[in-house]
């Protein structure tokens, strides 16, 4: 056999070949096409079955969340009902006779400061309002009894004039004549603006004694309920916090009341001390004036200049 006649024979082969290979193709195509179709229609309906389930799901959660929700409220409302069982009636009720005597004792503490701080400020005022009265009608009276008369009776201004009046007129006659009128009036003037400064330093020692013991005795206090609330949580045999934070924040209440007795008297002291400085400097400077009235039938240069500051 010769070269082309193998040639046509090994061409026509491969040929067949082709053409059975490409029939084998066709068919399989189709067979693949005609299995997956069915499978995607009946994946479809499995696909949209979910739906209804979701559907029942959503009123099946819409209760759940209302029920959750009223879960919620109802502790809710029961927190806002329940009241604190530790303030200032527990600490009263469940104390003993120490701790309500500190009690009371800072109570008292307290009641005075503000009782003091109250009318020593009016009785400061009464007086400066005295000195500008004084200033305005005393000195242009013609005599001493008129200017004595244009004053209030109860004006401390009127009293030093009175009892300079006096000192003048029973001078002579009498035991004291020895002494000279000047030194007689200077020891009369000076005895009245003592008793007036007693009488405006009152109450100060009180606001003093508050002012520096009242931390100390409310300190006292919360020592002395620290020590019965860890005495009662060791016999009840129960250490938690709330068997512990209760009581002894009950103690530190008393510390805290010491704090608020205390702080207002000293800030009340040092005011009225001030203030009590200006009111005297005010009574000594007219003071002196009225001894040189006295003495010498006129005002000197230098008691009008203080009288004025």
């Known amino acids: 056999m010769s070269i082309r006649e193998r040639f046509k024979l090994t061409a026509g082969s491969m040929v067949r070949f082709a053409m059975v290979a490409l029939v084998v193709g066709t068919f399989t195509s189709v067979a693949v096409a005609q299995t997956t179709t069915p499978s995607t229609d009946s994946s479809a309906p499995a696909a949209a079955a979910p739906a209804p389930a979701a559907d029942q799901a959503a009123p099946a959660a819409a209760p759940a969340a209302d029920t959750g929700a009223s879960d919620v409220a109802a502790p809710a409302a029961a927190t806002a009902t329940v009241e604190n069982p530790y303030g200032l009636n527990a600490l009263w009720n469940g104390g003993d006779f120490v701790s309500r005597g500190v009690l009371m004792i800072m109570v008292i503490m307290m009641t005075g400061t503000w009782y003091i701080i109250v009318t020593k400020l009016i009785e400061q005022t009464l ?19 008129d200017g004595a008369a244009k004053l209030s009776k109860n004006s401390v201004f009127r009293m030093l004039v009175e009892d300079g009046l006096r000192a003048t007129e029973h001078h002579e006659g009498t035991l004291v004549d020895q002494i000279d009128l000047h030194t007689w009036v200077t020891m009369q003037l000076q005895r009245s603006v003592d008793s007036i400064s007693n009488r405006m330093k009152g109450g100060l020692a009180f606001l003093a004694t508050v002012g520096s013991t009242g931390p ?14 860890l005495t009662n949580i060791g016999i009840a045999g129960q250490a938690s916090i709330d068997k512990v934070a209760g009581p002894v924040g009950e103690a530190l209440i008393m510390t805290a009341i010491g704090l608020a007795v205390a702080v207002p008297a000293v800030l009340g002291y040092n005011w009225l ?9 005010r009574v000594r400077n007219f003071s002196a004036d009225l001894h040189a009235l006295l003495v010498s039938g006129g005002r000197l240069g230098a008691g009008k200049s203080a009288r004025s500051a």
Do not use: C, E
Request: hydrophobic share 50%; no cysteine; glycine share 8%.
């Open 216 to 229: 100390f005795v409310g300190l006292f206090g919360t020592v002395w309920g620290i020590y019965h609330a």
């Open 273 to 281: 001390l001030s203030r009590n400085k200006t009111a005297m400097d």
């Open 127 to 145: 007086l400066l309002r005295s000195a500008a009265q004084a200033d305005k009608s005393f000195w242009t009276a013609p005599s001493l009894a």
